[in-house]
Each structure stands twice: as structure tokens, then as C-alpha cells.
């Protein structure tokens, strides 16, 4: 999709901006967003409205660089301009959804391609830069059979087994995204350029990052969170007991998102990080794409038949509960569990603990992949 500038310019030039202000991150940025209305809001009140947002002190407001963060931010919309870059801030309703239920998600997003967002099932899948024959073949498989689903599928476009995965999605039309920890003035490794260039037909390339921003190493931390949080499940192929991969995989756990892994021989040391996954109930054993489509309920939702009843709301359920059970019931087919969190703006510990009475109260019932139905 091509972005035509810009609308509006300065709409957009301070939603930009903000990334660029010290000190001041995601999570921060959304407060600010949260409690002033907009990006240009923040930079026009008066300091002194500033301290009201929790998590902003006199420090803080001394150390903000308004008027440098401006002047970035132009040179910034210059280049997405010139390259046909697209920005995705997080109150639009094209912001990844699965995503934005992540409490440290990134505030704007750049991407470049054709990425569709929408798709019915996100997977990320990752692994080690030091792939072995083993695991692109696994890449294969897995590829071959999840091509019959409307899936996006997201890695990384490292070496090894992110790279595998992409030239196995173009190779059977399947959309997929590569999350870099750079600007999009660069690629990083220049190795999967070719690779990279193909992939905008169908999917395309995403970043927090804007340009000139080099691949330094604590960016790709940060990059994982993206490749975890903005999918349905995390799948880690092929993986040593250190590295990118399995950090990635603490990240999806840490969001509640299910993991699975593939599992090794004993001894092999790229399959030491997934059979500790396992081992440790940290990831889903998986031999297959069916083992995964199983597990996160898609072959029922997708096989479902429209129900013709009538469905009345119980009038014994508090509030809360009500307003659950009408989600679930418009949806077609099983509700995750960070959908509902969107759909009610309910916190995941509280939406939880309704969500375990009701099924106590047999209104409910919870499916694989952390998905609720009616009873």
C-alpha cells in the first residue's frame, strides 16, 4: 500500500515527533496520548499539565527536547515521503490488534510493503541463525500445510531459520512480514535483501524504528516483542539453549500467547532450546501444522455451523459477565481471550476471573488456545 502524504501533515509530524522525545517511551506515550487526547497536545500544554500524568516528574519535563524531536520528526517524513513508507500509530484501526493488547507496545509502527493486518490467524515463527537441514525442513512442512489457512505468517528476516521461513512463505503465496531492528533505510543482513524485496508483493517489512537507526544489538530485544506480541502463537522451529529465539518465546509467554516448539534429537545442539521448551512447559510439543491448527481451535471455528437458535443472556450474571457473554456470543466462533480484553477494555486479571466464574456457572466453556465459547 502506498502512503500519500499526509493527512493531516502535522497530525502526522507530531505523532512522530513523540518517538523522538527523551525519555519518553511506550508505555509513557500512550499515557500522554491517553490523558491529553492526541500527539500535538502533548507538545503545546503547558508543563505544568505535564505533571499531572502519572509516571512524569520535574526530571522528566526538564529533560523533554520538543523542539528537536520536531525537527527530526520533518526530516523523518521526508523519507517515509520519498520511500512510500506507511505509519501506523496505535489509536488507528489499522494498528495490529493482537499487538496493541500488549501493554508495551510500540506507539507507531513504519511499515513498507502490502501488509494485511486483518488476516484470521497471525503465527510468528522463529529460530536460530545456524539452521540446520533439519529445520528447513520443518520450515517446509509447516509452510506447506498452513497455506490452506488464512494465516500471516511473521519472523524475524534473520539468518538461519527467519529467512528460511519467508522463501518458504513466497514459495507457496503466503503472506509474511519480517520485523527488523533498524530503519527502513537499510537491511540488515544484506545477505536477505533479495529475499526482503520479494516479500513487499505479498507482506512486507515492519519496524518501530525510523530511519537511520543502525541493527545495534539491544535493538533486537526489543524487535522480538513485536514478532511475540502481534501474533496468535509463537512457533520456535529450530533453537539452541541461548539466544534470540528463546527470548522470544519467554516474550509470548509473558503475553499469555500460547508457544510451540518442534522438537530434536538429545544431543543436538540446535535442538536443545526447543526440547527445553518443552520440557519446562514453556511450549507446545508440535510435530505438525495439525498438532498446532488443533490446539488453538482453528479447524472448529473454521468447520463451525451458523447456529439458528435463539440465545436469551441469563439474568442471574453481574454487569461484566453480561457484557462478556454477548461478545462471545456475537463473535462467529471462539473469542481469544485478548480480543475480549479489546472488545470489553477490560484488564486481562480481572476479564480472567469473570471469565473463570462464568465457566464455573457452566455459561462458558474455554477451548484450546486460550479461546471461550457459549456453553
Not at 528463546?246 to 534429537?265: C, K
Amino acid at each position: 500500500m502506498i502512503f500519500r502524504l499526509f493527512k493531516p501533515n502535522m497530525s502526522l509530524l507530531y505523532r512522530v515527533a513523540l518517538t523522538y522525545v527523551k525519555n519518553i517511551g511506550p508505555t509513557l506515550a500512550k499515557s500522554l496520548i491517553a490523558y491529553f487526547g492526541d500527539a500535538e497536545s502533548v507538545f503545546k500544554v503547558p508543563a505544568r499539565r505535564l505533571l499531572k500524568v502519572p509516571g512524569i516528574g520535574e526530571r522528566t519535563i526538564s529533560q523533554l527536547d520538543f523542539d528537536m524531536a520536531l525537527k527530526k520528526a520533518e526530516g523523518e517524513l521526508n523519507f517515509i515521503e520519498r520511500n512510500e513508507i506507511e505509519v501506523i500509530f496505535y489509536t488507528d484501526s489499522k494498528y495490529p490488534k493482537r499487538l496493541k493488547a500488549c501493554n508495551d507496545s510500540p506507539v507507531l509502527l513504519y511499515a513498507k510493503g502490502n501488509i494485511d493486518f486483518s488476516a484470521q490467524y497471525v503465527v510468528s515463527v522463529v529460530g536460530t541463525r545456524n539452521a540446520t537441514e533439519y529445520g528447513k525442513h520443518l520450515c517446509r512442512l509447516l509452510i506447506e500445510e498452513l497455506q490452506q489457512h488464512n494465516v500471516l505468517v511473521v519472523s524475524g528476516l534473520a539468518l538461519g531459520i527467519d529467512v528460511a521461513i519467508h522463501k518458504e512463505c513466497l514459495k507457496h503465496n503466503v503472506p509474511t512480514i519480517g520485523v527488523v531492528g533498524h530503519g527502513l533505510d537499510r537491511l540488515y543482513p544484506s545477505q536477505n535483501r533479495a529475499t526482503a524485496e520479494k516479500m513487499l508483493e505479498n507482506g512486507g517489512l515492519l519496524t518501530e524504528y525510523p530511519s537511520g537507526t543502525i541493527p545495534d544489538r539491544e535493538n533486537f530485544p526489543q524487535r522480538n516483542r513485536i514478532v511475540a506480541g502481534i501474533a496468535d502463537a509463537t512457533i520456535v522451529v529450530e533453537a539452541g539453549i541461548k539466544g534470540g529465539a528463546l527470548i522470544t518465546a519467554e516474550i509470548a509467554n509473558s503475553y499469555n500467547r500460547d508457544v510451540f516448539a518442534f522438537p530434536g534429537r538429545i544431543g543436538d545442539d540446535y535442538s536443545e532450546g526447543c526440547n527445553f521448551l518443552i520440557r519446562n512447559n514453556k511450549a507446545q510439543l508440535l510435530t505438525c501444522a495439525a498438532d498446532l491448527t488443533y490446539s488453538l481451535g482453528w479447524e472448529k471455528a473454521e468447520n463451525a455451523k451458523p447456529a439458528v437458535e435463539q440465545y436469551v443472556l441469563p439474568l442471574d450474571l453481574l454487569p461484566d459477565e453480561s457484557m462478556i457473554l454477548n461478545f462471545i456470543k456475537q463473535n462467529n466462533g471462539p473469542l481469544a481471550i485478548d480480543d475480549l480484553s479489546l472488545k470489553t477494555n477490560m484488564p486481562t486479571s480481572k476479564l480472567a476471573m469473570n471469565l473463570l466464574n462464568m465457566e464455573m456457572q457452566g455459561y462458558i466453556r474455554s477451548l484450546p488456545g486460550k479461546t471461550y465459547c457459549i456453553s
